[in-house]
């Protein structure tokens, strides 16, 4: 019952920034642990980062001091602020729904988007 929609993907430089934004619906959003996935070719969708509420947050190490993920429940809205962007983070990001972190630590969700690609060019 959450529908998620991806959104500020694109093509940048290594060191620049990017903020992806993702946009739910659904009656208990805010109650839902929400992060973010990635999911690069050839290789398995990770987790990149989560949020419980608005000021708990869990990092990746390969993200840790780089990417900040952020909520406004009065937008329904996540966010993931990147910087200093390398060409290892180039992948498919993924905003996803699930009932606890730790079922994102388990690499997993409850509700996906469909996707937002990201390109960090060297």
């Known amino acids: 019952q959450v529908q998620l929609v991806e959104s500020g993907g694109g093509l940048v430089q290594a060191g620049g920034s990017l903020r992806l934004s993702c946009a739910a619906s659904?009656?208990?959003?805010?109650?839902?642990?929400m992060g973010w996935f990635r999911q690069a070719p050839g290789k398995e969708r990770g987790f990149v980062a989560g949020?419980?509420?608005?000021?708990?947050?869990y990092y990746a190490d390969s993200v840790k001091g780089r990417f900040t993920i952020s909520r406004d429940n009065t937008k329904n809205t996540v966010y993931l602020q990147m910087n200093s962007l390398k060409p290892e983070d180039t992948a498919v990001y993924y905003c996803?729904?699930?009932?606890?972190?730790?079922?994102?630590?388990?690499?997993?969700?409850?509700?996906w988007g469909q996707g937002t690609q990201v390109t960090v060019s060297s």
């Open positions: 949020i419980i509420g608005g000021e708990l947050t």
């Open positions: 996803g729904a699930a009932s606890g972190i730790a079922t994102m630590f388990r690499d997993s969700a409850n509700y």
């Open positions: 659904g009656r208990t959003f805010s109650s839902y642990t």
